[in-house]
């Protein structure tokens, strides 16, 4: 419909007259340029509709009612907003005095020492660091996390710039129960808790006595550690060749992307560490038998294994999971089962006793290293199961090809990651924590406990490499390095031309004068 000539004339009048006052809704806008056309539809203005909120300060006058007991106002009045002078102001101070907090020690020695802190036993300790004029925390706070993260609480004066966080505790991950609850349990770590964690992720799984890990498969390669426990593992690959095995605590296994496998513990139970070449892979996405036979017709399974649709008239409903078992016999070839293309090559099994290889022993401490070189089926998994007595650390390194994952089996730990190029964060772990520094990111980790530190170091290749702070300098002309660093000699002349792994130390960490020990 158009409107007659005077009719959008006077439409054109009252918008105008409308634009000029804000009792009425703002116009829409029309183009001085424009011209009023025969061919053009002008919309008359709606004169009912009302500017919202014309009055903006405004308490809405609203009976509101509320529960019985309640007493006083849901929010407050227009005299809270801005300045007034009527509004008190406390200024009493919030600076905690010394008379109130203990100081750990070397918490006032210089900042750059970056000594670690304990504040264990230290009442309402402070993040201060070297500066009895550091500013104290108030609160609230939540000071067991701050005891755990002291170099995050009272971090080193060398820490610079922001550092992704580096560090995720498997304790804050929720935990999956099996059905029953009490068959099992697992727990995960990927880019939605770690986001710096993009090319590696981790689970935890426990399996009750007898408990199944059900049969299942995966879009991503599994390395697994054995960390406590026994169990038996079967599975096959697309030629048809058989794979089983018994492993125990520190033991190692593969599974290639795609290949079905099963995992029983036996009747000591077993938990595991799981690793994946996916930074998003999720155990709940894994591929189930329990599933596929679900989501299937009957009809279709019917005729893929030759049999009657009341075969699967028992099938279980939704996923197994984790699950109680048929204890396994105690001899494995009781459930040898073997086709035509027999069993998969020695060099090619998807299992390495990792157990019974001896570390290599170094002062600090040992390492044992395990990649494709031993382990081949792992062709691009290589791990490092080092062990640092107190008061010693994995010496300074990077790694040039790979992030690496870390998992902390027992003790506790501190690292630094140098990220280029001017910035370094520190960082706490303990038991149960996981760790990841992307590639060609120098740091070390340094005992932080009075026992052992043991640590899984996860690399996505084929071979472990790193690249030794010590060596590197220990091989480059001596003049080159007093000219870059300004060393002592005795220091440059004293540098390493073998790679220590391990550098050891003092149970007293306050300790900074290591002159006359050997690299």
Not at 128 to 155: C, F, H, K, M, V
Not at 186 to 215: F, H, K
Request: glycine fraction near 8%; charge should be negative; proline fraction near 9%.
């Amino acid at each position: 419909m158009r409107h007659s000539t005077s009719s959008r004339v006077l439409a054109r009048i009252l918008l105008t007259a409308l634009s000029s006052t804000s009792t009425f809704a703002a116009p829409v806008a029309i183009p001085p340029s424009k011209t009023l056309s025969p061919d053009i539809d002008l919309p008359l203005p709606d004169l009912t509709r009302r500017q919202a909120h014309s009055d903006p300060v405004a308490v809405p006058d609203v009976d509101f009612q509320g529960p019985p007991g309640s007493s006083g106002n849901l929010r407050g009045g227009a005299n809270l907003i801005g300045y007034n002078p009527a509004n008190p102001i406390q200024t009493a101070s919030t600076q905690i005095p010394t008379s109130d907090f203990q100081l750990a020690p070397g918490q006032t020695e210089d900042a750059d020492l970056g000594l670690y802190l304990d504040f264990t036993g230290v009442e309402n300790f402070q993040p201060i660091r070297g500066n009895d004029n550091s500013p104290t925390d108030p609160g609230p706070r939540t000071s067991q996390y701050e005891l755990l993260n002291s170099d995050l609480y009272a971090p080193p004066g060398t820490d610079s710039g922001a550092v992704s966080n580096s560090k995720w505790p498997l304790g804050l991950s929720h935990n999956r129960h099996g059905t029953p609850a009490s068959a099992g349990f697992a727990r995960q770590e990927n880019v939605d808790s770690l986001p710096i964690a993009t090319a590696m992720a981790g689970v935890d799984m426990r399996l009750s006595p007898n408990a199944y890990r059900e049969m299942h498969w995966h879009q991503a390669n599994e390395w697994s550690l054995i960390l406590n426990g026994s169990v038996r593992l079967t599975s096959s690959n697309s030629a048809g060749e058989v794979f089983q095995d018994d492993l125990q605590a520190g033991d190692v296994w593969f599974f290639p992307a795609g290949d079905p496998h099963t995992i029983q513990a036996f009747e000591d139970g077993c938990e595991f560490l799981l690793i994946f070449d996916q930074g998003d892979f999720s155990d709940s996405g894994t591929s189930l038998v329990s599933e596929l036979f679900e989501r299937m017709p009957k009809s279709v399974l019917a005729k893929n294994f030759r049999t009657d649709v009341s075969a699967f008239d028992n099938l279980p409903t939704g996923e197994l999971y984790i699950f109680p078992g048929t204890p396994a016999p105690a001899n494995l070839s009781a459930q040898n089962v073997t086709g035509p293309a027999g069993n998969i090559p020695t060099n090619l099994s998807y299992s390495y006793h990792f157990s019974q290889q001896q570390p290599f022993e170094v002062p600090g401490g040992n390492v044992k290293i395990i990649d494709s070189t031993s382990f081949p089926i792992a062709e691009n998994f290589a791990a490092a199961l080092v062990t640092i007595h107190p008061g010693a650390m994995r010496e300074l390194h990077w790694h040039p090809t790979s992030d690496e994952w870390n998992y902390v089996i027992s003790g506790s730990a501190r690292f630094t990651v140098y990220e280029a190029p001017d910035s370094s964060g520190t960082f706490d772990l303990t038991e149960g924590d996981v760790g990841y520094i992307p590639a060609t990111e120098a740091h070390y980790l340094e005992n932080t406990g009075t026992e052992d530190f043991v640590y899984l170091e996860m690399l996505l290749a084929p071979r472990y490499t790193d690249i030794s702070v010590n060596q590197w300098l220990g091989l480059t002309p001596p003049q080159v390095v007093k000219d870059h660093l300004g060393l002592p000699d005795a220091v440059i002349n004293a540098l390493p031309k073998t790679k220590p792994f391990l550098m050891p130390g003092n149970r007293n960490l306050l300790t900074t004068n290591f002159t006359g020990e050997v690299l």
